[in-house]
């Protein structure tokens, strides 16, 4: 039988019970990302996108449905899932190098091969300089780095990231998706970020999951696979080519038509 390798959300729904009342925050969510690639759950706000993430991540129970891993079925946190949150999540205390190997050791692992790992990715991350340093001397997006490398090391199967670079400015929000790109590619890892951005759904996302609100479905499957036939890195042609700017209307109009559904 073939294995399927990746992802895998099976009819998934949740409910809250706020005020005396059930909310159903997702219904009937089904989808699937293959190993390797990039997904990213977009949405207009209250759609549920960090709701989903966060049982991706086995934070949260479903009402209903299943969600597998490589076959796996996800039913709590693991080690074969890693997660970065829009805050940035460095231990003040410990400096660059202590806080990307605490994911190790509280993984029982502290041999000199995991020196080797903790040394690899905070390179990869580009932060090789200031591996002595605590995240007080370091900016808001080395600090995404040192969040990202510290998840990485863990060599998880998913790495999970609910907008980890919107608290970012614009150019240094630029450079971490390509950081992000590249090691992710380089490491193949399998990525599930969470935006509300489009420009960023597009440039990160081999696949972009539209997810409609009230409740959360998932309305349409992009798949920007324009990006193939442009060069790696390079803003400037991915934003002027015409399939992104198609891209970029149609989704634009599908915010619009939530809005309007909200209203
Ligand atoms: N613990 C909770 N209790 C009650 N309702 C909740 C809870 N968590 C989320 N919700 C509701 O579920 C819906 C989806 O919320 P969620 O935060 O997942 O959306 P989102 O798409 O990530 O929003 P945003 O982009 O604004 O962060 C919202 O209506 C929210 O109010």
Redesign the pocket.
């Known amino acids: 039988m073939l294995s399927a390798r990746g992802l895998s959300v099976s009819g998934i729904s949740?409910s809250?019970?706020?005020g005396g009342r059930t909310?159903l925050?997702?219904d009937d969510i089904s989808l699937s990302l293959p190993a390797g690639k990039v997904g990213v759950?977009l949405?207009?706000?209250?759609?549920?996108?960090?709701?989903?993430?966060?049982m991706i991540a086995g934070l949260?129970t479903p009402s209903g449905g299943g969600i597998t891993l490589n076959d796996r079925a996800v039913y709590r946190p693991a080690r074969d899932r890693g997660m970065v949150f829009q805050d940035y999540t460095s231990f003040p205390w410990l400096t660059v190098r202590d806080n990307v190997a605490y994911g190790l050791k509280i993984n029982g692992d502290s041999s000199a091969l995991n020196e080797g790992t903790v040394d690899h990715f905070i390179r990869a991350v580009g932060l090789d300089k200031f591996a002595d340093a605590y995240p007080h001397q370091l900016s808001g997006g080395m600090r995404q780095r040192v969040a990202i490398a510290r998840t990485l090391a863990n060599y998880p199967d998913l790495l999970l990231m609910?907008?980890p670079f919107g608290a970012l400015d614009p150019e240094t929000r630029w450079q971490m998706q390509d950081l992000l790109l590249s090691v992710v590619r380089k490491e193949r890892t399998t990525v599930m970020a969470?935006s509300?951005d489009i420009e960023e759904a597009l440039y990160l996302g081999d696949v972009v999951f539209f997810?409609s609100?009230?409740?959360?479905r998932l309305k349409e499957t992009l798949y920007p696979d324009f990006k193939a036939g442009l060069p790696e890195n390079d803003r400037e042609a991915f934003l002027q080519s015409d399939d992104y700017r198609r891209l970029d209307l149609h989704i634009r109009r599908l915010m619009r038509d939530e809005g309007r559904d909200a209203a």
Do not use: M, Y
């Open positions: 949740k809250f019970q706020s909310i925050a997702l759950l949405g207009p706000s209250g759609c549920g996108k960090s709701t989903l993430l966060r949260e609910d907008e969470v509300h997810l609100r009230h409740p959360g």
